[in-house]
Nanobody
């Protein structure tokens, strides 16, 4: 059974850092494009970052994440990470990781392209 499990969310002060993890089971992550999405109350789900399939996937970042967030993948641990630095109150949301095998060599921020989703982890940026 394919499963994604996020962890690492919590409360962080503005300007602080947090690292989210997304552990996969039942499939090999580097065969899939992986995306990090977030959804704040009353807002639509939006893409934050993504990494393409392949041993050395390429990453993309939404403008809101560029220069502050870093996505990485540890193939040995079958886990992807989202390092969040210089956090802002507007980063507050539930963060989801998602996977798809339908994208080859690229990744996108369209949620509809992803077939497998984790349960989400809450990130709250507040003083």
């Amino acid at each position: 059974q394919l499963q994604l499990v996020e962890s690492g969310g919590g409360l962080v002060q503005p300007g602080g850092s947090l690292r989210l993890s997304c552990a996969a089971s039942g499939f090999t992550l580097d065969y899939y494009a992986i995306g990090w999405f977030r959804q704040a109350p009353g807002k639509e789900r939006e893409g934050v970052s993504c990494i393409s399939s392949g041993r050395r996937g390429s990453t993309n970042y939404a403008d809101s994440a560029k220069g502050r967030f870093t996505m990485s993948r540890d193939n040995a641990k079958n886990t992807v990470y989202l390092q969040m630095n210089s956090t802002k109150p507007e980063d507050t949301a539930v963060y989801y990781c998602a996977a798809t095998r339908r994208l080859i060599g690229l990744c996108v921020f369209s949620a509809g392209e992803y077939d497998y989703w984790g349960q989400g982890t809450q990130v709250t940026v507040s003083s």
